[in-house]
């Protein structure tokens, strides 16, 4: 079946570190990739996305690629700040014929001053 | 409205208790989801409607759980006779194609939740 698997959190940087916040898949054929961030008491909102393999999403400096060899769609990010403390989701929709997203668990993200 | 909107944010509800929550979507957005966030987790698909047809409710956890979009816009996730179990947090998302559709990879836009408690 299809699956979204991120590394634990919290992950706790300082500010202007170097942020990498891992995401891995299973699924059948070439799913769409997503990241989302959610801040306290919100929902969700797109933060990036990949639509075929080897395709780059970039947005507010984070950046993520999809690696098919590597079933991988890691989020990374060159030098964080406080207002990135959230929580991000790797999501997945799964290839043409059906509409269920399937997200991961989430990732808390704690940057300090 | 600007973005999705839900009500109420948060409600408390005794067990056995029957609850509605409200979903406005984006004015105009063909697809509408119900997720439920468990404490700690990703959203869970609960079900599906395009426009008006509810096309998947799979994920509806039990016959307690019912959706519905009569017009096509506002939507409504009704629990009947809640259990400690359904508290959670319920989130709306629009999006503004239909899901098998060419473009079906237009982001879904979210609303800021329900916070379900069941006493």
């Known amino acids: 079946g299809n699956s979204v698997t991120q590394m634990e959190g919290p992950v706790t940087l300082s500010e202007e570190a170097f942020l990498t916040i891992n995401c891995t898949y299973t699924?059948?054929?070439?799913?769409?990739l997503f990241w989302y961030v959610q801040y306290p008491g919100e929902g969700l909102q797109l933060l990036l996305k990949?639509?075929?393999?080897?395709d780059k999403g970039s947005n507010k400096g984070f950046e993520a690629t999809y690696r098919k060899e590597t079933t991988s769609f890691h989020l990374e990010k060159g030098s964080v700040q406080v207002s990135d403390s959230a929580v991000y989701f790797c999501?997945?929709?799964?290839?043409?014929?059906?509409?269920?997203?399937?997200f991961g668990t989430g990732t808390r993200l704690k940057v300090l001053a | 409205g600007a973005g999705v909107s839900q009500s109420p944010r948060y409600k408390v509800a005794k067990r056995g208790q029957d609850v509605a929550l409200r979903c406005d979507p984006i004015?105009?957005?063909?697809?509408l989801f119900w997720y439920q966030q468990a404490l700690g987790q990703g959203p869970e698909f609960l079900t599906y409607?395009?426009?008006?047809?509810?096309?998947?409710k799979s994920g509806l956890p039990s016959d307690r759980f019912f959706a519905e979009r009569p017009e096509g816009s506002v939507s409504t996730l009704k629990i009947q006779r809640t259990q400690q179990e359904d508290s959670a947090v319920y989130l709306c998302?629009?999006?503004?194609?239909?899901?098998?559709?060419?473009?079906?990879?237009?982001?879904?836009?979210f609303g800021d939740g329900t916070r379900l408690s069941i006493l």
């Open positions: 004015s105009g957005h063909v697809s």
């Open positions: 409607f395009q426009n008006e047809a509810q096309l998947d």
């Open positions: 990949a639509t075929k393999a080897d």
């Open positions: 699924a059948t054929g070439y799913p769409s």
């Open positions: 998302a629009s999006s503004l194609v239909g899901a098998g559709t060419t473009n079906s990879n237009q982001p879904q836009h």
């Open positions: 999501a997945l929709r799964p290839p043409s014929g059906t509409y269920k997203y399937i």
